[in-house]
T-cell receptor, first 114, second 114 residues
Framework: GQQVMQIPQYQHVQEGEDFTTYCNSS?????IQWYKQRPGGHPVFLIQ?????EVKKQKRLTFQFGEAKKNSSLHITATQTTDVGTYFC??????????????FGTGTQLKVEL | GAGVSQSPSNKVTEKGKDVELRCDPI?????LYWYRQSLGQGLEFLIY????????KSGLPSDRFSAERTGGSVSTLTIQRTQQEDSAVYLC????????????FGSGTRLTVV
């Protein structure tokens, strides 16, 4: 079945440093989505990428979808304490199947220290 | 409603008892999903509904788990003869339609089997 891996599993940064999490799928994806889950909270939708090579920005966050539509990344510039949480990518199966539900990545837990 | 509502928010049950978890999706969202999240882990897909039909039940861990959705709205996830390994946060999400847009998650039901 479809698998979605993320690295790193954990990341500690000093406030103001940059942060990147990488997402890799075992299969080609129709689209990829990113979610943020604050400690004790539930996942909240951030963005969806559909096109090969697509890049989208939300303030300090930059999202990329790979040319082969099998990988993605989230980059945060100048982290703040409000960025603390776990970031999940989630892929929707493409040509090789996966159905109509998202397969979530393993997540990257970000901690930001002052 | 304005968001996805889940009840109860917390449930402690004795091993061997049955439990019912309820999800009330956003009005007009035809797709509804159940995921499970163990402490510090990722999201494990259980089942999804498009309308009242469940095209994909592949994530249900055993025949002790079942779910239904009525009137294209409220869904109930039932776990029979609960076991300690069933302890987790059960998250419900909805979207406009399957494979369309991001998911809106509820706050989850934290199930503890003692």
């Amino acid at each position: 079945g479809q698998q979605v891996m993320q690295i790193p599993q954990y990341q500690h940064v000093q406030e103001g440093e940059d942060f990147t999490t990488y997402c890799n799928s075992s299969t080609t994806l129709s689209n990829i989505q990113w979610y943020k889950q604050r400690p004790g909270g539930h996942p909240v939708f951030l963005i969806q990428l559909v096109k090969s090579g697509e890049v989208k920005k939300q303030k300090r966050l930059t999202f990329q979808f790979g040319e082969a539509k099998k990988n993605s990344s989230l980059h945060i510039t100048a982290t703040q304490t409000t960025d603390v949480g776990t970031y999940f990518c989630a892929g929707l199966g493409g040509l090789t199947g996966g159905g109509n539900k998202l397969t979530f990545g393993t997540g990257t837990q970000l901690k930001v220290e002052l | 409603g304005a968001g996805v509502s889940q009840s109860p928010s917390n449930k402690v049950t004795e091993k061997g008892k049955d439990v019912e978890l309820r999800c009330d999706p956003i009005s007009g969202h035809t797709a509804l999903y159940w995921y499970r999240q163990s402490l510090g882990q990722g999201l494990e897909f259980l089942i999804y509904f498009q309308g009242n039909s469940a095209p994909d039940k592949s994530g249900l861990p055993s025949d002790r788990f079942s779910a239904e959705r009525t009137g294209g709205s409220v869904s109930t996830l039932t776990i029979q003869r609960t076991q300690q390994e069933d302890s987790a946060v059960y998250l419900c999400a909805s979207s406009l339609a399957a494979a369309v847009g991001g998911y809106t998650f509820g706050s989850g039901t934290r199930l503890t089997v003692v």
